[in-house]
């Protein structure tokens, strides 16, 4: 069983930054893809950004330029960036393995989640 911890979100004035960690158990985190998704109130959970094993990266179009999500194996623990926040952003972010070493925009490609951890962006 993989486990999946956030951690490092909170509260921030917009155009301010936040880094958001996720912590995996066990010792295959290298071997598979990693995905951060995010779910506002009373909308659907969607993409953020997502990282291969090898490093490659792909963003959603709203936060290309403004996050970078990034991985160390070692630590077993990926990474995302956010800056340039914008009220917009606030959501519940989720970070997620997927089910093989490449990425995917597709949340049904991720077999463990975390629980999640708040983002709030104040005007």
């Known amino acids: 069983q993989v486990q999946l911890v956030e951690s490092g979100g909170g509260l921030v004035q917009a155009g301010g930054s936040l880094r958001l960690s996720c912590v995996a158990s066990g010792r295959t985190f290298s071997s598979y893809a990693m995905g951060w998704f995010r779910q506002a109130p009373g909308k659907e959970r969607e993409f953020v950004a997502a990282?291969?094993?090898?490093?490659?990266?792909y963003y959603a179009d709203f936060v290309k330029g403004r996050f970078t999500i990034s991985r160390d194996n070692a630590r077993n623990t990926v990474y995302l960036q956010m800056n340039s926040l914008k009220p917009e952003d606030t959501a519940v972010y989720y970070c997620?393995?997927?089910?093989?070493?490449?990425?995917?925009?597709?949340?049904?490609?991720?077999?463990?989640w975390g629980q999640g951890t708040q983002v709030t962006v104040s005007s």
């Open positions: 997620a393995r997927g089910r093989t070493s490449d990425y995917d925009t597709n949340s049904r490609r991720y077999d463990y």
């Open positions: 990282i291969n094993r090898n490093g490659g990266t």
